[in-house]
Structures are given as structure tokens and as C-alpha cells.
């Protein structure tokens, strides 16, 4: 290959189709529950998944208090032009495994939205990687303001990224 040619990307054409429920009627059902209630009624099939589980196609959530779990297990929709996990999939879940972690510690009719997340990228994820773990905790829950952690694991336990979150918590009439 000279100088002026380049590199064909392969033609061969991927495909994927997905379905995600109303996700204001999830929450307005959550609206009425606690943390921990909206997880267990997730988990039993009584309140659909947020969309974003099935856009990124996480393959669990496990939960208890002040503690929440997302696996995935990478696909090449997820790849970045680099041929690896794109940093934003990182970022979405330990995001993710953040703000539920303070989530299952609200009561019912209390939100959170994320005022910042810090993602640190150590080591790199492909298909071949197999399915990685965002473990998230909460590390301080005030009235006003929760600082939570998480981190990225593979099936051997290694660190992959690690994030911080600070949520707003917000409660009515404040």
C-alpha cells in the first residue's frame, strides 16, 4: 500500500434492534416507592428497566442498601474506532451504578440527579474481556448532597476504571 491508499473499513453490515417501555411511567411508579422498593419492583418484573439497559444491553442488576451492581458483557456495538470498549460505556455505567447506589437509600417521593462524575480509565475492555461488573457504594449521604463511588471489574476482578459521583438530592417543597 503506497502513501495515497487507505485502508477499507470491511463491508460486512452488523445489525441491532432493541424495545424499551415508556420511561416517564416507570417514573411516575417511582415517584410513589423508596429506593430499595423501585429496585425490588424492577427486579420482580413489576416496573420496566430504564431504557438505557436495554440501549447499552447490561445483562443484570443486583442491589441492596446503599450497595448496586451492572454487568455487561461487551458486544462490538460498544466499540469504540479504536477496537475496544468506547469510555463512554464505562462512564454510563459506573454513572449508573453510582447514582443507584444512592438511589436505594432515598425514601419514597426523594430524587437525585448527578452534579458531576470523574471517571479514571485503567485498562482496556473487548469482547474478549467477558462480562465486567460496575459495583457502586454510597460513600456519604446527606440531606442535601451524596458522594458515592464505583469501579469496573472484570471476571478476574481487575480494575478497569474506577468514578466518583456527587448527586443532588432533591425532596419536595425544598
Not at 50 to 69: A, C, H, K, Q, Y
Not at 169 to 174: K, L, Y
Amino acid at each position: 500500500m503506497t502513501g495515497t491508499e487507505q485502508a477499507q473499513p470491511s463491508q460486512t453490515v452488523r445489525e441491532r434492534a432493541y424495545t424499551w417501555s415508556d420511561p416517564m411511567a416507570t417514573a411516575g411508579v417511582a415517584a410513589g416507592l423508596s429506593g430499595m422498593e423501585f429496585f425490588a419492583a424492577m427486579e420482580q418484573g413489576r416496573v420496566p428497566p430504564p431504557p438505557i439497559l436495554n440501549t447499552l444491553d447490561f445483562d443484570g442488576v443486583s442491589f441492596d442498601e446503599g450497595r448496586v451492581e451492572f454487568r455487561l458483557t461487551p458486544k462490538e456495538f460498544h466499540y469504540n474506532p479504536i477496537g475496544s470498549v468506547h469510555g463512554g460505556v464505562f462512564a454510563t455505567l459506573l454513572d449508573s451504578a453510582c447514582g443507584c447506589a444512592v438511589h436505594t437509600r432515598l425514601p419514597a417521593g426523594v430524587f437525585y440527579t448527578s452534579l458531576d462524575l470523574t471517571v479514571k480509565f485503567l485498562r482496556p475492555v473487548s469482547v474478549a474481556t467477558g462480562t465486567i461488573t460496575a459495583v457502586g457504594s454510597v460513600v456519604h449521604l446527606g440531606r442535601r448532597t451524596a458522594l458515592a463511588e464505583a469501579r469496573l471489574l472484570d471476571a478476574e476482578g481487575r480494575v478497569c476504571a474506577t468514578a466518583t459521583s456527587s448527586c443532588l438530592i432533591m425532596r419536595p417543597g425544598e
